[in-house]
């Protein structure tokens, strides 16, 4: 079955630490997204990329850096310069040739300790 | 001004009434618009896509787009407890740009 998945589920970090997580899809999407989301608030845009090779920063892309090497795979890593990264985040993706909605995988819930 | 705003929860309703939810968006560009259901802790899953102006029926959700106005909303009829979740707008100008979400509107429904 076609799907996007995120790992871990749970993460925890110390502070001062890079941490990554991992999103991969199998929907063959051109376009992938990061979401964070604190508690009672709705999706906030961290980074998003049409295409291989190519991503645009969000509206809070400082603290946060990804790659896009390959079509299935779009890795977060949440760097020491994240100043409050405990929050729950999402990764999404969708076609870019035709009208259609996002597919979300499951979330990561990261922890700083 | 947000890019998507959505009336501030939480939104109360008794069972068995109409639910209405609102999203307004800046972009007059945008061209797709979603609603998506969450339940607390989980991802957002799809209710509602509409994509030109009017309604669009599915069940018992009915979506309503107005562009001139930069206007869509989500009508729940017939609301159940298993509809108590929050509620998110989502716009996107073009297919796989930069795609926004509200804040979200909590919604319970009282038994």
């Known amino acids: 079955d076609g799907g996007i998945t995120q790992s871990p589920k749970y993460l925890f970090r110390k502070e001062g630490q890079n941490v990554t997580l991992s999103c991969e899809q199998n929907l063959n999407h051109d376009a992938m997204y990061w979401y964070r989301q604190d508690p009672g608030q709705g999706l906030r845009l961290i980074y998003y990329s049409q295409i291989v090779n190519d991503f645009q920063k969000g509206d809070i892309a400082e603290g946060y850096s990804v790659s896009r090497e390959k079509k299935e795979s779009f890795p977060l890593t949440v760097t020491s310069a994240q100043k409050n990264p405990t929050a729950f985040y999402l990764c999404?993706?969708?076609?870019?040739?035709?009208?259609?909605?996002?597919?979300f995988g499951q979330g990561t819930r990261l922890t700083v300790v | 001004q947000k890019e998507v705003e959505q009336n501030s929860g939480p939104l109360s309703v008794p069972e068995g009434a109409i639910a209405s939810l609102n999203c307004t968006y800046s972009?007059?560009?945008?061209?797709?618009f979603f609603w998506y259901r969450q339940y607390s802790g989980k991802s957002p899953e799809l209710i509602m896509s509409?994509?030109?102006?009017g309604d669009k029926e599915d069940g018992r959700f009915t979506a309503q787009l107005n562009k001139a106005s930069q206007y869509v909303s989500l009508l729940i009829r017939d609301s159940q407890p298993s509809d108590s979740a929050t509620y998110l707008c989502a716009v996107i100008r073009n297919q796989g740009g930069k795609l926004i979400f509200g804040q979200g509107t909590e919604l319970s429904v009282k038994p």
């Open positions: 509409i994509y030109s102006n």
């Open positions: 972009d007059r560009g945008s061209q797709s």
């Open positions: 999404a993706s969708t076609h870019t040739d035709r009208v259609t909605e996002a597919f």
